[in-house]
Structures are given as C-alpha cells and as structure tokens.
C-alpha cells in the first residue's frame, strides 16, 4: 500500500519476525494505570493502546488494578509497593522527567513496570517501551533507568504568519491561522506526539524574524488553542517576542527598556498570555541582528533588554531565550568574532532566566565550521546551543545530509572553558557551571508536506535532534540505526546499507559544496547551490558576500584568522590556538577557515592545496554516485513509493553536485591557473 511517509518513526506495523511477535503478546496481557489518570498518562495509555495493537495485531486491555500475570504496569513513587521494588537512587536518577522500565518476577510471574516520578515520565517510559518492541529487543531482561540531561528541549519554528517558513523547504506552516482557534487540524495532535515520543518538551512556534501581531489577543486566543491541543503531551508552547512590540501593537512611542512605560507594558502582556497559557514557557528574542529591532536602538545592551523580558515573565517562572546571532556590516571586524565582542563584556549581566542561545558555529550553520568561541566567553551566564535541524545550507529537502555526526562534533567539542573536558554539551546540560536553566534548541525542518520534512530522509535529522536533546551522548551510529529500523524495518541488507548512506552523507556534502574549511560560497539569498563570485553588486553588504569569505586571489585562498590576520583564533582556548593557529597541525577540515594558503602549499596527502581542493569536490560527486547505487540496490526490498522518492532526490542530489564542483574549480581556477588534476572531470 502507499506510503507517504506520515507516519514517521512511530508507524508500529506489525513485528514482522512471527516467533519474536508471539513472544511479545505472551508477556504482554494488560495495561494497569490508575482511573484519574492525568492527561499526559491518557496519553500514554492511550500511545501504549495503539502501539501494542498494531506491533502485536492484539487489543490488550486497559485497567485500573492488575487482574494477571504479565501486565504493564504504569506506576509512581505514591503507589505504596513501588517503594519495595525501586530503589530510591533509581527514583532519583529518573528525575523530573525520566523513567524507569523494568521487567520484574512477581508471584510465580512477571510484570513489565513503567515507573517514573511525575506524569511526563510515564509518556516517556511508555514511548522508550513501544520504541524498545520496534527495536526487536527482548523484553524478558528490561531494566534501565533514562532521564534528560538537558532541561528545555525545544523546536525553533521560523514560521511566519503568514504560513510562509523562512529556509523551510517542507511545505507550509502547520499552524493554520486563520482557522484557529475553533477549527483545530487533526495534525496538531499528531505533531506534539511526534515530539513526545522523541522527549522533547517545548516549542517556539513563530519565527525570530516574525511581526508582533503573535501578541496580540485575537492571535494569543490562537495560541491557547494549539497549547491546549499539545499539553496532552506534555509540549509547551514558546513565542518570539518582537523587541518593538510596544510600540507596534501597544501604542507606545517607545521600546526603551529601562522606560517604565514599557515594563509595564509587558508586565501586562505577560500576565495576558499566562491568563490564556497557563503553562506559557518564555520567550525567543532576535534583536538587533539582520535589521531587527532592539534595545541597542535606544542605546541600551542585550543585558538590559533580556532583563525587561526576564523580569517580566520571573513571576511566572517563565525564561527568556536571547539570541547571540549579531553581526553587522558597520563593524569592520571579521563577522566570525563579533558576537564574542559584543555579548563577552555582557558576562554575569543577565537574570536568572535568562539563557544566551548561541548557533553551534560562530558564522551560520555551514556544513562545518568550528564551534562557537562564544560558548567559553560568558562563564557566568547560562548558555544555549542552537542547531539547525532544517538544511539551509546542506541542500535543503533535495540533498541527504544526516547531521548527527555534525552535532557530535559540536557537542563534543572541548571549549576549555572550566579545564580539560568541557565539553560544550557539558556547559549546554548546565553540569560544567551548574547554571539552570538549561535549554537545546533546534530550528525545525518541518511543514505540510505529508512526510512533514520534504525529504524523507530528514525526517533522521528531526529524530537525531530530539534523542541528543535528551541524551546528547547518544552515538550517531546508534540514533541511526534506531531510525533506519523504526522507519524501514529489519531487513539487515536495508538497514546497513541506510545506515551507511546516513553516516557519510554529511561529508558527502561538505566535500561537493565547501571543503577544506571553505565556508559561506553559496548562491545568494535562497542558499540553494554554489555562488563563491558572490561579492558586494551582488549581496550588498560584505558579510554576505563569498568572496569575503573564501578571498581567493593569484596567492592562495582562505581566511586568515591567526593572529596575522583577524585573530579571531584568539576567542579561544590556548590549546585550541596552539593546534589550529599552526599551518602544520590545523586539521585540514579546518584548514581554509582559519589560514589563507598558497596554492602550492604541501597538503598531507603530499599534493598541492589547488590539487587536493579539485579532489574533494569530484570525490563529494563520487560519493553521490555511490549514494545512487546504494539505494538502487534497495529497490525490490522497499516500497515503490518510498523508494521513488528518494531515488528521485538522489538523482537531483548528483546534478546539484556536479554543479557546486563545477562552478567552484571553474571561479577558483581563474585564480590559481592551474590544470585540473588527474581523476576531476571536465567542467560538464
Ligand atoms: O541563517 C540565517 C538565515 C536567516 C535566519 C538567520 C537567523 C531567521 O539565513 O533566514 O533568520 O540566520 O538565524 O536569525
């Protein structure tokens, strides 16, 4: 039958394996949960109701009191024998939000328990126990304990109001305003499931660069309604708070922060959206970033202009996200060190809910750069990493680029900040500074695409974002495989052969479009493609130019960022200088980012700069070429539907490949007049 994908990662078809199915529905007879039960638990009865069903083909029943042996059991530390079978340290570990599963003998049988401190531990227990089934793990030995290292684990929608979705390439906006707040797409339900099941808890549903009318009280009635369709499933809602607000649907001649006029009126507004959204999260602010207003319109800083915020929505232990995303081409400093220039001096500045939400690189989300400086300047604020699950400038919905292994990186990433160790991840989850709260961000690659992602396969990079948002030290290898396995089943020549496509198509990317540490050389305004003679004709201002960036010239090409150059390379720790600073260390992935190179400089595989560089770019096209084989391959173990459609993409994802390599050596040749090695094709 069709498959359009919509199902995601939760499609429960039944345990193909018959032995393994039969033993699943033998140790599964009931689902125990209390009568008044709290919606989050309705919910994962009712999760729990469906999964069994259609993995198992069986309608298990739900009760209030265990009648036999092996039933599920949904349980909290108030019902009195959870006492005498977990340990006070599991209860503990499980926290806030995690759980418990574990597979106890009981009577002369077994019960499966689901345990966990408060309700939104119960759905995801009941989400990690369905997901466990459609793994193929056995269930006679469960018995873990899971909790959320990150607090705040949140989608960032770019949606606009008027549907539209900035870099979004899935369709529209889910939210279907002009409908709502009676009419109520069944969708909603089905969104706010899709981030349960993976534990994610928050979303910001409008754009940073969105109008304020969001804050309006026809468009606040709006928002309860989605609130109210998402509480079920324990997702708050978060809004942008457009820093002119005030002025714009309040009536104000001024968004001055420290004008009193002005925190009075967002105390109001505040105390307006928590009388509609009890359970209201906070607020994301972009200000004074790519034209956007902000308090640096009336001389003031990001501190003074997060605190109003931040003081307006304390009393409701509501927290404000502000954005480190500035740059402006008045300053003549290299754009990379700008947000280190002007949020470092700002340490220690902000309330207590207050979280500085900081994009994974210091430039903007290109397919590699190296992590933020800003993540070890501020050791006395709480800092968030913004990763950007939809593929701006990784090929959209056309290209495959699976950006675990992008994120690993990331989070992995050593800043130094409190000694050897601190690892980025460390100093997001709060446990390097032990600053809450803590919060993960990802910009959405979602819409009204019926596969909701464009490309199906992205729907890997949605999932891969919520398990690291719980687990940040989950390996991409294993998110991989999980997703494979949930969403194509267990045919091993399937899973290993999607498996391996995920894991290097981040790569594949990076060699075809920028390699070598080259950065920001795509086509102008809608991202998609190569445009490395991009200069100021044509971008109008130069921290959008490419040629800014990659400065190619008869000498060489890159950015010199040592201290010869713009120094940005001193933003980080000594040991980081040290090893990126030297032409001889910097790791070649690297190496265009932070040095400007002679074309002739001996690369570690022994050939000239120029030659390597031809070679990346045919080798990204090579790989695509095998990408293509390997999902030819597949054909008669997949659906036709779903086959086609990525097949489809694939082929494009080549054409798009050859074009980036082409049009790059082409530009770079005039530079460095030198012939195309042995092994690049011609210019197509
Ligand atoms: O990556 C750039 C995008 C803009 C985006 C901006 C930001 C929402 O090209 O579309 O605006 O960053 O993150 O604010």
Redesign the pocket.
């Known amino acids: 039958h069709a498959d359009d994908g919509y199902r995601l990662w939760l499609r429960y078809d039944p345990v193909a394996d018959a032995a393994r199915r039969a033993a699943y529905a033998g140790t599964i007879s009931e689902i125990v949960i209390p009568e008044s039960a709290p919606p989050v638990v309705a919910s994962a009865r009712d999760e729990l109701v469906t999964g069994f069903r259609g993995l198992l083909g069986v309608e298990v029943p739900v009760v209030a009191q265990a009648t036999r042996d092996n039933a599920v059991i949904l349980a909290t530390p108030r019902d009195p024998w959870i006492a005498a079978i977990i340990s006070e340290a599991d209860l503990r570990e499980a926290g806030v939000e995690g759980y418990i599963l574990r597979r106890i003998a009981h009577e002369g049988g077994h019960r499966t328990l689901i345990v966990a401190n408060r309700p939104q531990g119960l759905l995801y227990g009941a989400f990690a126990l369905l997901r466990h089934l459609q793994l193929g793990q056995p269930l006679e030995k469960l018995n873990l304990v899971s909790a959320p290292k990150i607090q705040r684990r949140l989608l960032n929608h770019?949606d606009d109001m008027n549907r539209h979705v900035?870099?979004g390439y899935a369709g529209f906006s889910l939210w279907e305003w002009f409908y709502l707040p009676e009419i109520r797409s069944p969708r909603y339900r089905d969104y706010a499931r899709a981030l349960a099941s993976l534990g994610l808890n928050g979303t910001v549903i409008t754009?940073?660069?969105a109008n304020a009318q969001i804050l309006t009280a026809p468009y606040l009635a709006k928002v309860a309604a989605l609130a109210q369709e998402f509480r079920p499933w324990g997702v708050r809602i978060y809004l942008t708070a457009r820093f002119s607000a005030p002025i714009e649907i309040g009536g104000l001649k001024t968004a001055d922060p420290l004008d009193p006029a002005v925190a009075a009126w967002w105390q109001d507004k505040v105390a307006e959206i928590y009388r509609a959204i009890p359970d209201f999260g906070g607020f994301l602010v972009?200000a004074n970033?790519?034209g956007q207003p902000g308090p640096q319109d009336y001389k003031r800083t990001h501190a003074d202009g997060a605190n109003l915020l931040a003081d307006a929505l304390q009393p409701y232990n509501g927290i404000v996200m502000w954005r480190a995303?500035v740059y402006s081409p008045e300053n003549n400093e290299d754009r990379v060190k700008q947000a280190v220039t002007e949020f470092g001096p700002l340490d220690g500045k902000f309330r207590q809910n207050v979280i500085v939400q900081i994009k994974n690189g210091p430039l903007?989300?290109m397919p590699r750069e190296p992590f933020s400086p800003l993540f070890c300047a501020m050791p006395n604020t709480r800092l968030a990493a913004e990763l950007q699950i939809t593929q701006?400038y990784l090929g959209q919905s056309i290209d495959l680029a699976f950006l675990a292994p992008m994120w690993r990186e990331v989070l992995d990433a050593d800043t130094y900040a409190n000694g050897k160790g601190t690892t980025i991840a460390s100093v997001v989850d709060g446990s390097a500074k032990l600053q809450h709260p803590s919060v993960i961000a990802g910009v959405a690659n979602t819409g009204t695409d019926r596969n909701w992602t464009g490309h199906l396969l992205a729907q890997a990079n949605w999932y891969a974002f919520g398990r690291l948002a719980w687990d940040h030290q989950l390996a991409s290898e294993k998110i991989a495989d999980e997703w494979t396995r949930l969403t194509f089943g267990h045919d091993e020549t399937v899973v290993s052969t999607i498996n391996k496509m995920l894991l290097g198509s981040r790569e594949t990317v990076v060699n075809y479009s920028m390699p070598l540490g080259l950065t920001h050389i795509m086509a102008e305004g809608h991202?998609y493609g190569p445009g490395p003679w991009v200069d100021l004709k044509g971008a109008g201002r130069p921290d959008w130019t490419s040629v800014y960036y990659h400065k190619a010239a008869a000498d060489g090409i890159g950015f010199d960022r040592t201290a010869t150059g713009s120094n940005a390379l001193a933003q980080y720790a000594p040991e980081w200088q040290k090893l990126w600073g030297n032409l001889e260390t910097c790791p070649e992935n690297l190496l265009l980012w932070f040095h400007r190179v002679p074309w002739d400089h001996k690369m570690k595989s022994g050939r000239p700069l120029w030659d390597e560089l031809c070679l990346r770019y045919q080798q990204g096209v090579d790989e695509v070429r095998a990408l293509r084989r390997d999902w030819d391959s597949l054909k008669d173990r997949l659906d036709a539907e779903r086959f086609t459609h990525v097949a489809q993409r694939l082929a494009r994802q080549e054409k798009e490949a050859i074009h980036w390599r082409d049009a790059c050596l082409l530009y770079f040749q005039q530079f460095s007049k030198r012939p195309l090695p042995a092994g690049v094709e011609p210019a197509a």
Do not use: G, L, T
């Open positions: 770019w900035e870099r754009n940073v660069n972009k970033s790519e995303f903007d989300f701006e991202h």
